[in-house]
């Protein structure tokens, strides 16, 4: 008889790429790892796994029937589902946020998962999106909410929100006479996201496009950072302004009205890996879905988001 503790063995191992890694994720031990595998080969007489110095892969037959564990696994996530209440979920969600959306819409969704799934214990990474997207990748968390959607085998997305990016400085700041000319940013630093974010990449494009031929941009991951220097009036900011009311009505900041092509919004996705685990992530990411687009003062038809979700 084949034992379905071995079945998820052999699919994590697989997934993961290791044994040590899968020990990790099933809180096991590589020694015990290594007998499940081997009792898993012998039931089924094939070899799943080839070993060398430089590690594990799948044998042509392990490739195969991968498949057929994933579908295993499944049924049982999907019978243990159907036998409990909908708002019976338990264990750690690890979740990795990018920092816009934490000064937006996550406490309200926090507050929600409080209520609704009072089991279910939430770790929060906060991170720019390519870090999110290699730790989604990596098995490291199990859902991010980032600048998606990821076009990644295996991974599922949804639309959360999109947030438009704006020009901001400070009153301090003499820029003249608007609609200011791109040009004429470039004479300060621009202040925006990190390097490596397709918004620091898409502003650079335009400054130098504007005829600014070595712009002076200063990147952080950290959104209190840009927002401290713009008010410092260090130089202006291309940030989506949607968490600054405070500041821009207290008269600290300034939207800009600059001569310019339209900056891209932020666009957000909630992504999670496919896989007989991958309920929980799901559920969250629509509760998320229903949040978001509630607080943008939209709905999404078809989805029954408990009462208490709305305040």
């Known amino acids: 008889m084949i034992d379905l503790r071995n079945i998820e063995t052999f699919f994590w191992v697989a997934r993961l790429g290791g044994f040590r890694a899968a020990a990790e994720k099933l809180n096991a031990t590589q020694p015990a790892i290594s007998q499940r595998i081997a009792s898993l080969e012998s039931g089924l007489g094939v070899r799943l796994f080839e070993r060398d110095a430089r590690g594990i892969k799948l044998t042509a037959k392990g490739q195969e029937l991968l498949s057929h564990a994933e579908r295993m696994l499944q049924m049982r996530t999907d019978m243990q589902q159907a036998a409990r209440a909908q708002n019976v979920m338990s264990g750690t969600l690890r979740l990795g946020v990018a920092e816009t959306i934490v000064h937006t819409w996550l406490p309200r969704l926090m507050e929600y998962m409080h209520e609704a799934y009072p089991a279910l214990m939430v770790e929060i990474q ?11 990748t990596s098995h490291q968390i199990d859902l991010a909410f980032l600048l998606g959607p990821m076009d990644e085998p295996r991974v599922d997305n949804i639309h959360l929100c999109r947030y438009p990016l704006a020009w901001l400085a400070s009153p301090r700041l003499k820029l003249g006479r608007e609609p200011v000319p791109l040009k004429r940013l470039g004479q300060w630093p621009v202040l925006t996201y990190s390097s490596n974010t397709e918004p620091h990449r898409a502003v650079r494009r335009m400054l130098v496009e504007a005829g600014v031929t070595a712009p002076r941009m200063y990147g952080s991951s950290a959104l209190s ?5 713009t ?15 405070r500041e821009l009505a207290q008269g600290e900041l300034r939207l800009l009205d600059v001569r310019a092509p339209e900056l891209p919004p932020l666009s957000f ?6 896989g007989p685990d991958s309920h929980i992530p799901r559920t969250i990411a629509q509760a998320a879905q229903y949040i978001a687009r509630d607080e943008a003062g939209e709905g999404i038809p078809g989805f029954d988001a408990p009462a208490r979700a709305i305040k």
């Open 225 to 229: 950072v840009i927002v401290r220097m």
């Open 231 to 245: 008010m410092d009036g260090i130089g202006t900011a291309a940030i989506a302004p949607v968490f600054l009311g």
């Open 126 to 136: 906060v991170d720019t999106t390519p870090a999110l997207k290699s730790l989604l």
């Open 269 to 274: 996705t909630a992504s999670w890996m496919q």
